[in-house]
């Protein structure tokens, strides 16, 4: 079973409408949660991250975290074309290499590919 | 936007050839780290390093090899280039464990 779960979709919608991305994850270490952006044929870029349960907010962006159920979600409200995109979400916790030295290790769910329609 | 370079952007090369993917961040970043994607799948880490003189592999098993020599490089070399070398290779820095910042990628393709 893998530590990160997303639904790849891929997934299309009209302009203007509510999308929501979800992941589900096993790893009870995990403490941070990204959400990170792919166009097609450049590197993730960086939405958004949080920490603890609960809701962030940034523009038409809302990251969403449930500790308990080890759940997490993006919602983009009154979505354009230009995100039409590969969402990833990533989550991270400290790990240790053979010498001792720790490090953020992050571990990517598989993308869902979004389209947005005009 | 994060500033990370990686060159070239894509590559065609023969089997048997020596490679070498160039990665430079100007952020001062003590880590950072190279990832593999393959098209519909996850990113999957590859190498990493938290500093100068430091490289650890990654979770995937790579023939690949890096070096650390100065803090705003982190190149990537293949010794002999084969078609499974194939695929996109991502490179990345971050000063805190919840933030990494990729560059653009490198596209590889080995005939």
């Known amino acids: 079973q893998k530590e990160v779960e997303q639904d790849p979709g891929p997934l299309s919608v009209p302009e203007g409408a509510i999308v929501s991305l979800n992941c589900t994850y096993s790893n009870s270490a995990f403490q941070y949660f990204m959400w990170y952006r792919q166009y097609s044929r450049k590197g993730p870029e960086l939405l958004m991250y949080t920490y603890s349960s609960g809701n962030k907010e940034d523009g038409r962006f809302t990251a969403q975290v449930d500790k308990s159920s080890k759940y997490i979600s993006l919602f983009i409200r009154d979505s354009q074309p230009s995100d039409s995109a590969t969402y990833l979400c990533a989550m991270s916790l400290i790990a240790a290499n053979a010498g001792g030295t720790s490090y953020g290790k992050l571990t990517f769910g598989q993308g869902t590919i979004l389209t947005v329609h005009p | ?111």
């Open chain 2, 1 to 111: 936007e994060a500033d990370i370079y990686q060159t070239p952007r894509y590559l065609v090369i023969g089997t048997g050839k020596k490679i070498t993917l160039e990665c430079s961040q100007t952020m001062g970043h003590d880590k950072m780290y190279w990832y593999q994607q393959d098209p519909g799948m996850e990113l999957h880490l590859i190498h990493y390093s938290y500093g100068v003189n430091s490289t650890e592999k990654g979770d995937l098993s790579s023939e690949s090899t890096v070096s650390r020599i100065r803090t705003e490089h982190f190149p990537l070399t293949l010794e002999s280039a084969r078609p499974s070398h194939t695929s996109q290779y991502l490179c990345a820095s971050s000063a805190h464990q919840e933030t990494q910042y990729f560059g653009p990628g490198t596209r590889l393709l080995v005939l």
